[in-house]
């Protein structure tokens, strides 16, 4: 099935993700300038985020694992010698040339490893040592054989966050994961203006009068305030697919949608937080789930922007009007195979498509989510 | 004959044809790659699969496009751990640990695409596009489309006469006059006010990056359904 999620969220002025100028991101929308923070810059937030780390399974991205898995290789008492080799045969790993890398005891690139791979890593290397019984026959052993070792690249289980977001990687020994999630780049609701904070940086002891006066540094920081609609969805066959070596996978997709889902309600983008502080919670938050996987995109409903100056009663209000307006169009238009669809809107209780089920509760919504996931016939 | 057409429209989407290394570009209108791509999600034909290139010599694509958009640049930047990166000799790159990989996208786009093929293929893809196999998107996973990718079976002499057909649906969001680009072997050269052109858009190997010329022609229509 598709689920799909919709959320407006808006903020105060902040400047969450800058282009190369130092500018909050835009778009062009419906011919008009919008505000946008980029798909990269949502996705990196949640999988960094505490909320998300609550489902306790994920990998760590890193060119560290050879020092890893000699740590567990310690663990499990092979000799020192035999671990400082081993960690130096595994940085040629991922290498296309299957040579040791000089520049320390890193691997050349950057890549996710779950527990799980970094434990059947250490495993196959305490297996070859035994194999080879003393230090010389081991010391013969190149990089490219360390790799066959691990080779079991397809029955690897992969992590929660690399089955949603996915991974890339050009060595033949790690498997590509194609992503579960789509995430949409969010785009406001309503045109927008650059706006530009000039600030000057008061020097606290020298004072006017003395040679110097004036601010120390003056410079500025570019900024907007926007009501964002962002969208993702989650493909729960290629989810499923994904973690299809996992024990337990029925039970890590179960808690999973709930998380992601809490994760993009509380987790907002770092940048330039400190300078602004621009934490909010969504005003509304729709998750649909379709058995027939027909994405779509409600941002039409802005299409014509939300007018921003002299909203009345406000901003959220009208945006709120125009989404749920075009949810009732698109609904009946086109007859989209929508088996459920619940609404989450606390300050507006009053504005909800016609077809939905409304929950005054976040958790009572994200509970009916994880519900549906039993009703799943996987493919 | 029969041809289908659906709509290619979201705020974001982005067709790369020539598009390597750092900046990733995107052509200015819908690859046929791109097109057996997104097909190929919805019948679940993996990459490299050869029924895609079975797909792509069986059809033949008509884009039209009802709005035009405009390329937007987008800054992407991946960061290296630790502040650094490794190039191919295992050394520290020069230039730091963040590589800035700039996105174009076509933004506020609308592209009507007609395919025309064998009867029963064409009912294969439709079936395909309304149960997808895979969520498909519009070139990037990012671009998710905001209008329904719903395939309708039209009857047309020719893929020119089923471009020229304006619903009143379709005129609300087209501009005044429209391009149009065709299969060429799929129609006829005639008259001079046509572009001819090779994009470099054939399957022959998506997973290695393969394509080999498809020559086409483009002219431009009034939204009337007139030659300009």
Same mark, same amino acid.
């Given at each position: 099935m598709l689920i799909e999620i919709h959320m407006l969220k808006n903020y105060p002025p902040v400047n969450l993700n800058r282009d190369d100028s130092g500018a909050p991101k835009t778009c062009f929308f419906g011919g008009v300038q919008r505000g946008r923070i980029?798909?990269?810059?949502?996705?990196?937030?949640?999988?960094?985020?505490? /909320?998300?780390?609550?489902?306790?399974?994920?990998?760590?991205? /890193?060119?560290?694992?050879?020092?890893?898995?000699?740590?567990?290789?310690?663990?499990?008492g092979v000799g020192k010698d035999y671990v400082d080799l081993a960690v130096r045969k595994l940085t040629g790993i991922a290498n296309k040339d299957g040579t040791e890398n000089k520049k320390g005891n890193i691997t050349t690139q950057i890549v996710i490893y779950s527990n799980e791979e970094i434990e059947r890593i250490a495993q196959a290397v305490k297996a070859a040592i035994e194999e080879d019984g003393?230090?010389?026959?081991? /010391?013969?052993?190149?990089?490219?054989?360390?790799?066959?070792?691990?080779?079991?690249?397809?029955?690897?289980?992969? /992590?929660? &966050?690399?089955?949603?977001?996915?991974?890339?990687?050009?060595?033949?020994?790690?498997? &590509?994961?194609?992503?579960?999630?789509?995430?949409?780049?969010a785009i406001s609701t309503h045109a927008v203006n650059r706006e530009s904070d000039y600030f000057t940086a008061v020097d606290d002891l020298i004072n006017a009068g003395d040679d110097e006066s004036g601010a120390g540094m003056i410079g500025d920081v570019d900024y907007n305030s926007c009501c964002y609609y962002e969208y993702a969805s989650i493909d729960t066959d290629v989810l499923r697919d994904n973690l299809k070596n996992c024990e337990d996978r029925e039970e890590l997709i179960e808690k999973l949608v709930p998380v992601l889902i809490k994760t993009m309600a509380y987790t907002n983008p770092s940048g330039k937080q400190n300078t602004f502080a621009g934490q909010v919670l969504p005003d509304m938050v729709m998750v649909e789930c379709k058995k027939d996987k027909i994405p779509l995109s409600y941002v039409n409903a802005f299409e014509e922007p939300v007018s921003a100056w002299g909203s009345k009663p406000n901003l959220v209000m009208n945006s709120m009007k125009k989404f749920t307006d075009h949810v009732d169009c698109m609904d009946t238009a086109y007859e989209l195979p929508v088996l459920h669809r619940a609404y989450f809107a606390p300050r507006f209780a009053d504005q909800k498509p016609a077809r939905c089920d409304e929950y005054k509760q976040f958790s009572a919504l994200t509970g009916a989510c994880a519900g549906w996931l039993k009703e799943d016939d996987p493919k | 004959m029969k041809i289908i057409r659906f709509p290619f429209a979201a705020p974001l989407q982005s067709w790369g044809e020539d598009a390597r290394w750092d900046t990733r570009s995107t052509a200015v209108r819908p690859t046929k790659s791109g097109i057996i791509g997104f097909l190929g999600c919805c019948l679940g034909y993996p990459r490299g699969d050869e029924r895609l290139n079975r797909l792509n010599a069986e059809l033949n694509v008509a884009i039209r496009m009802d709005r035009p958009g405009q390329i937007l640049t987008d800054f992407q930047t991946v960061q290296g751990t630790g502040g650094i990166f490794m190039n191919a000799e295992g050394k520290n790159r020069t230039g730091g640990g963040t590589i800035i990989t700039p996105k174009q996208y076509l933004q506020d786009a609308w592209f009507t695409v007609y395919l025309q093929g064998d009867k029963s293929l064409l009912e294969e893809c439709l079936d395909a596009m309304r149960h997808p196999r895979w969520t498909p998107y519009l070139g990037r996973k990012n671009c998710v489309p905001s209008v329904p990718v719903i395939p309708e079976l039209i009857d047309a002499e020719t893929l020119e006469d089923a471009v020229t057909c304006f619903s009143d649906a379709d005129r609300k969001h087209c501009e005044e006059s429209i391009a149009v680009e065709i299969d060429l072997h799929a129609g006829n050269v005639t008259g001079n006010t046509e572009r001819i052109y090779y994009r470099n858009d054939n399957v022959l190997h998506a997973e290695r990056n393969e394509y080999s010329p498809r020559l086409v022609k483009n002219y431009v229509i009034s939204s009337g359904g007139d030659r300009i």
């Open positions: 980029s798909s990269q810059c949502l996705k990196r937030s949640w999988r960094t985020s505490d /909320t998300f780390h609550e489902l306790n399974n994920f990998g760590v991205r /890193t060119r560290s694992m050879p020092e890893l898995v000699g740590k567990r290789l310690k663990e499990l003393d230090i010389k026959t081991f /010391t013969k052993r190149s990089p490219k054989e360390f790799d066959k070792l691990r080779s079991c690249a397809e029955d690897k289980p992969v /992590t929660a &966050d690399i089955a949603l977001f996915g991974r890339m990687v050009t060595s033949p020994y790690l498997a &590509d994961v194609d992503a579960a999630m789509q995430v949409a780049h | -």
